[in-house]
T-cell receptor, first 111, second 113 residues
């Protein structure tokens, strides 16, 4: 079946270092969403990418959607302790009503 | 505007007991979802609804039932709880389907002994 895979599963960084998480789909996606979940919290929507090759920025966060619309990445520049949490990518299933979430990348930031 | 609320926040059940988790949203969203989250496995869709009176199976529906009698409420039932159902359960809602962001509730932490 359709799969959305994320790597790495975990990432430990020193505060100030950059961080990147990658998302790969087994099928072409019409759009991709990114969510952040703080420890003990619930997922919160960050952004949606729709166009092939699209790049969007939110302060220190840069989101990219691949040209083939099968992969995406989230890059954080100069991480801060407030960036700690799990980052999920999510894409629509081929049936159209549901969203498939990746397993997430958990980011640990050491001050 | 409370967004998405879930009750209860925590619950401990014994194997074989039943319970209902309640999700309510005040954003007039059409779509509602129930997910379970287990360590290292992300969010897995249990059931979802595309409107009042409708329900459909997700990725892991076995052992669960749902109802959406009112647009603002989505109930998740466990008829006979099993230890494998120990998890954190999240409810979410959205305007429509996958093109719209999902708003998540705070979650229910369920332990089945």
């Amino acid at each position: 079946g359709q799969q959305v895979m994320q790597i790495p599963q975990y990432q430990h960084v020193q505060e100030g270092e950059d961080f990147t998480t990658y998302c790969n789909s087994s099928t072409t996606l019409s759009n991709i969403q990114w969510y952040k979940q703080r420890p003990g919290g619930h997922p919160v929507f960050l952004i949606q990418l729709v166009k092939s090759g699209e790049v969007k920025k939110q302060k220190r966060l840069t989101f990219q959607f691949g040209e083939a619309k099968k992969n995406s990445s989230l890059h954080i520049t100069a991480t801060q302790t407030t960036d700690v949490g799990t980052y999920f990518c999510a894409g629509p299933d081929t049936g159209g009503f549901k969203t498939i979430f990746g397993a997430g990348t958990r980011l640990f930031v050491k001050a | 505007n409370a967004g998405v609320t879930q009750t209860p926040k925590f619950r401990v059940l014994k194997t074989g007991q039943s319970m209902t988790l309640l999700c309510a949203q005040d954003m007039n969203h059409e779509y509602m979802y129930w997910y379970r989250q287990d360590p290292g496995m992300g969010l897995r869709l249990i059931h979802y609804s595309v409107g009042e009176g409708t329900t459909a199976k997700g990725e892991v529906p076995d052992g669960y039932n749902v109802s959406r009698l009112k647009k603002q409420n989505f109930l998740l039932g466990l008829e006979s709880a099993a230890p494998s159902q120990t998890s954190v359960y999240f409810c979410a809602s959205s305007w429509e389907g996958y093109y719209n962001e999902q708003f998540f509730g705070p979650g229910t932490r369920l332990t089945v002994l």
